[in-house]
């Protein structure tokens, strides 16, 4: 198998010599690019807190398959399954909820560094650096409302949770060696027609200036906006303008979520325009289908146009690239693996682009010819190179990983 795949990739090689594609210098980049997994896909965001509430906040995980992680242990095991299967070094983003509580019942705003020591440590003995998001949904005090609210006292609280939440981003930040994104979004909005959406904003406005007021060297802060959701479809607070604007004021990035759109607007296009104006953005890597934001996200235009902006525009540095999804309707782990692998198959894909001929047409006014080359540079043999990336990290190549998830599903998952 092995020497197929290599025989395939020198194939490649030389196919894509032709076009002045050096495949060598792709793999290398590729091999930089971390993914920051979402501990979420796990367990269907439940996290461990264990006050048996169920999942708020306009979002919602569909379907009952079995196996799904049950403590912090399940999580961590998992996740190393899901990281055994993508080439690469990874990140991993925690939530606030997923605290080594110890079984201790702890408020959001009673979190602390210590809760999450030992996933710092479980981090840095796997080789995996962390990101992290504060949590306001699914809390007897989000309802609705939480840093937007027209009561301090619960703006306060959120207010507080979300402070510790970044001061947990800078201990993870500071002891493993490398910033931590630290992302901010709120489900602040409501079912029917708002008439004071400025008050909402203006609250929402003053709760993150006092947040951010606490200045964290080792965290890189992000704010992430959204069209609507499940149940709050006629405002949210936290849209794409406030927080782009409000991004750009204060120096800090946005989040574009690729199923926080509307169903034909495409993040793609947004990235050469934020990072004009902002240091760099957060990116959440996911598949809107009608009304859902958090499909799998597989190899489709959309994730294959976003890749290609980020490394025509350069912008590979600035871009931190993280997945959500989160479906409970297949095997969890498999879940990962397709989407983390789509999305290396993208940006593979995007370093792969005959860019500088590309460049030629354009710049010649040759459209004909651009367009008849993006086409073509959509069949040319990439997945080649994939597998050989794959072999050369120890890790299964094309479908052999199907098994591997089958045999862990049978050894592990219908155990619990
Ligand atoms: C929700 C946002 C948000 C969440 C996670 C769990 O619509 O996309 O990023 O999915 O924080
Ligand atoms: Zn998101």
Excluded at 49 to 55: D, I, R
Excluded at 123 to 145: C, I, Q, R, V, Y
Excluded at 148 to 169: L, N, V, Y
Aim: proline fraction near 3%; charge should be negative; aromatic fraction near 10%.
């Amino acid at each position: 198998m092995e020497e197929k795949v290599k025989k395939n990739y020198e194939a490649a090689v030389e196919r894509y010599a032709g076009f002045g594609v050096d495949v060598e210098k792709a793999l290398d980049t590729l091999q930089q690019i971390p993914l920051s997994l979402h501990c979420w896909q796990t367990d269907d965001v439940a996290g461990f807190e264990n006050t048996g509430g169920a999942l708020t906040g306009g979002i919602q995980a569909t379907g009952n398959y079995p196996g799904k992680a049950r403590n912090i242990a399940e999580v961590r095991t998992d996740i190393e399954k899901t990281v055994s299967l993508i080439p690469g070094k990874h990140r991993l983003s925690l939530h606030a909820i997923y605290g080594d509580f110890g079984g201790q019942k702890v408020d959001r705003d009673q979190i602390e560094p210590r809760h999450f020591q030992s996933w710092i440590d479980w981090a840095k003995e796997k080789g995996l650096k962390l990101d992290f998001n504060s949590t306001s949904f699914s809390h007897p005090k989000s309802g609705d409302m939480t840093l937007a609210h027209r009561d301090k006292g619960i703006r306060d609280f959120w207010i507080e949770h979300t402070i510790r939440s970044r001061r947990i981003a800078e201990e993870m930040g500071k002891q493993l060696g490398a910033k931590a994104c630290h992302n901010l979004w709120v489900h602040d909005g409501a079912k029917d027609i708002t008439v004071d959406r400025y008050l909402y904003r203006k609250n929402l406005k003053d709760s993150l200036d006092k947040i951010f007021a606490v200045k964290l060297p080792n965290v890189k802060d992000a704010v992430e906006c959204k069209l609507f959701g499940t149940g709050l479809e006629s405002f949210t607070a936290g849209s794409h303008e406030f927080y782009m604007g409000y991004a750009v004021q204060n120096g800090i990035m946005a989040t574009l979520d690729m199923g926080h759109f509307h169903p034909t607007e495409e993040i793609y296009d947004k990235i050469s325009a934020l990072l004009l104006f902002m240091p760099e953005i957060l990116l959440h890597v996911s598949r809107p289908v009608r009304w859902d934001s958090d499909h799998v996200v597989i190899l489709n235009d959309s994730v294959l146009m976003l890749a290609q902006e980020i490394v025509r525009a350069n912008a590979l540095s600035r871009t931190n690239i993280g997945l959500d999804y989160f479906d409970a309707s297949i095997n969890r782990i498999g879940a990962y693996v397709i989407g983390s692998r789509a999305t290396q198959k993208a940006l593979l894909q995007a370093l792969l682009e005959p860019i500088d001929q590309l460049r030629r047409y354009e710049a010649n006014g040759q459209y004909f010819e651009r367009l008849a080359l993006l086409e073509e540079a959509k069949s040319l043999p990439w997945s080649a190179v994939y597998d050989y990336f794959c072999v050369k990290n120890n890790i299964l190549p094309s479908e052999q990983y199907i098994s591997e998830i089958e045999r862990y599903e049978k050894d592990v998952l219908s155990k619990r």
